[in-house]
């Protein structure tokens, strides 16, 4: 028996991170044995069965004799079923059945059912995006067809409906011939609230409004207080109509995202800022991410857009504390044993929380029923470096529905304010904050009030942050005395 051999390419998932993968088919003589090696999981080990059926049903035999199925790198778990696909094309090409010119230009990535059928599988859209970027063509199923179609000028995918389709069109595969396409169907934006949005009777505030106009332009993590049934849930999800459509490249990192994770329930982008809202008694594993198959957690669900810890009291210290390093880094690390992968966080951290354990401190409708050290402990199961890390504050006082106010276009107002400022406050906050224009008379207000109220670094940055961000909305080129004192207003004092 002659020895053959082939080399086809596809992926390997390390978090968010794609890497090259190589798929070597060795078929030599000697005693039968159908093996796979270079870390593979049982997912990858089951793919031998499928693929012994699937060629028997197109009428093909595997040669008695070793067949060893190499996926290097060989020192990086591997997991996933689109390995299925890579494999079955290695062995055609082993055994001469079927010739793919030019084969290292092509990423192979998709599982194969007993009929031989040609299944989507999860993070189709960031290996689009990994051959768009590095000149590959990539082979799957024609189920991934919308997907692929959301990346502009990228026309290099080859979309087949099973095995036998593939066989046919590479037995006649001429050099310089074009695989027809499935036809483009209508790519609609996905929005994550509907796009006739719910008019909204509420009053709001002027100092509301001010606080959230703030909070959207200048990106920054923020903590309600206020007793139950204050409207801070229902704050955060106006404040969240107020963020602008995501730009391109922002849209398809979401949506890779959410592709990886399995949750992309309707193939188009998502334009618009995700809100995530997980329940206080959720997992580090749900929050950060990670587990036995490694997935993104709610940090990396919510990146580009908002996360919303209501009832933040409730939620465990390791998780408080795990959430730190994502806020200064906007990405976070999972190191375990077998795997050490990163995901994106960029996140806007939003925060809601009663001011005590019984809910009712400060509030004019009931009494607060909860003794000093009741509300000592309470206050301290948020840590404070945590809390040092949300620039701004608000206790919210009641709000009463029924008043009518059309807040619906004060939205579309704000929002349309909040884009043409935006690249503005971008460029300034790169600005080290000896370079802001403000007066001398101001600087000196500012000093005598950091040294009066013992300001940390941190915190005296976040102030000159607040102060320019109000400069910008109310469209002054220097910033000013009151506008320092508005900043100090918002500015959070509620872990010092």
Known sequence: MNNKFSCVKTITFKGWNILLTEVETSITGGLPIFSIVGLPNKTINESKERIRAVLSHLGIGLPVGRIIINLSPAHI??????????????????????????????????????????????????????????????????????????????????????????????????????????????????????????????YLPKIYKRFMEIAALGNYNFLLVGPPGTGKTTLVKIFHKLLP????????????????????????????????????????????????????????????????????????????????????????????VTYNISYPANFQLVSAMNPCKCGFLGSKK????????????????????????????????????????????????????????????????VITENLLPIEKETQCFINKYCEKYNISLRKYKYLLRIANTIKNLDGNDIITKSQIGEAILFLNMYAK
């Open 366 to 429: 009931k009494l607060c029923v909860c003794s000093s050290k009741t509300k000592e402990i309470y206050k301290n199961k948020i840590s404070g470096p945590f809390l040092d890390r949300i620039p701004l504050y608000l206790y919210m006082e009641d709000i009463f529905y029924g008043e009518s106010e059309n807040q619906k276009e004060w939205i579309q107002t704000t929002r349309e304010k909040i884009v043409k400022l935006r690249s503005k406050e971008i460029t300034e906050q």
């Open 245 to 336: 459509l995501l730009k391109h490249e922002q849209s398809l990192e979401v949506t890779s995202l959410y592709s990886i994770a399995g949750l992309l329930e309707e193939e188009t982008l998502m334009d618009y800022p995700p809100l995530r809202i997980p329940h206080h008694s959720s997992s580090i594993y749900a929050l950060l991410g990670g587990g036995i198959k490694p997935k993104p957690g709610e940090v990396s669900l919510a990146n580009q857009g908002v996360l919303f810890l209501d009832e933040l009291s409730n939620f465990s210290s390791n998780i408080l504390d795990g959430l730190r390093e994502c806020i200064e880094e906007k990405i976070v690390r999972i190191s375990r």
């Open 77 to 202: 778990t591997k997991e996933g079923t689109h390995y299925d696909l890579p494999i079955i094309i290695g062995l055609l090409v082993a055994l001469n059945i079927i010739n793919i010119p030019h084969i290292d230009e092509y990423i192979f990535f998709g599982e194969i059912n007993l009929k031989g059928l040609i299944i989507k599988t999860l993070g189709i859209l960031p290996v689009g995006i990994f051959c768009f970027k590095n000149n590959y063509k990539i082979l799957t199923s024609e189920q991934a067809q919308k997907e692929l179609s959301l990346i502009a000028d990228f026309n290099r995918y080859f979309l087949f409906k099973d095995i036998m389709n593939i066989i046919v069109f590479f037995k006649n595969y001429k050099e310089h011939s074009n695989y027809k396409k499935l036809p483009d169907k209508e790519i609609k934006p996905l929005y994550i609230f509907p796009k006739k949005e719910e008019s909204i009777n509420i």
